[in-house]
C-alpha cells in the first residue's frame, strides 16, 4: 500500500524551530518530486517546497526563503522540511506529497501530485 507519513509538527513559539518529516512506503524518496504544502483555517492550500525527483532543484515560497530548508535523505527514505525562526503566520496543517519529477509545470509550482499525505499540526504561538 502507498502512503505518506507526516511527522514532527507541534507547539512553538514564534522565533523557534521545528524539523518536520515525510516518510512514503511503497515507493522511495528518490522516485518522485516531493513537496510540502499547507493550509491554514479559512485559507487556501499554499505550496511551501519542493525537491525534485533528481534533487536539482529545490524551490521555496516566498513567505518562507531563508527560514525553511527541505532536504532528503535517501537511506533513511525520508525528506525533511527544517522550519527555524518561525513566525504565528506559519500556523497551518502542513502536507507532503508526492508525484512526478518536477517542482514545476509551466513556470507555476506543481500542485497536481499524486499520493498526499494526512498532515501535520504546526503552532506558532506569539
Known amino acids: 500500500e502507498v502512503q505518506i507519513v507526516e511527522s514532527g509538527g507541534g507547539l512553538v513559539q514564534a522565533g523557534g524551530s521545528l524539523r518536520l518529516s515525510c516518510v512514503p512506503s511503497?515507493?522511495?524518496?528518490?522516485?518522485?518530486?516531493i513537496a510540502w504544502f499547507r493550509q491554514a483555517p479559512g485559507k487556501e492550500r499554499e505550496d511551501v517546497s519542493c525537491i525534485s525527483k533528481d534533487a536539482d532543484v529545490m524551490d521555496y515560497a516566498d513567505s518562507v526563503k531563508g527560514r525553511f530548508t527541505i532536504s532528503r535523505d535517501s537511506p533513511k527514505n525520508t525528506v525533511y522540511l527544517q522550519m527555524n525562526s518561525l513566525k504565528p503566520e506559519d500556523t497551518a496543517t502542513y502536507y507532503c506529497?508526492?508525484?512526478?519529477?518536477?517542482?514545476?509545470?509551466?513556470?507555476?509550482?506543481?500542485?497536481?501530485?499524486?499520493?498526499w499525505g494526512q498532515g501535520t499540526q504546526v503552532t506558532v504561538s506569539s
Open positions: 511503497g515507493f522511495t524518496v528518490d522516485d518522485y518530486t
Open positions: 506529497a508526492a508525484g512526478g519529477e518536477y517542482c514545476f509545470e509551466n513556470f507555476e509550482p506543481r500542485t497536481d501530485y499524486t499520493w
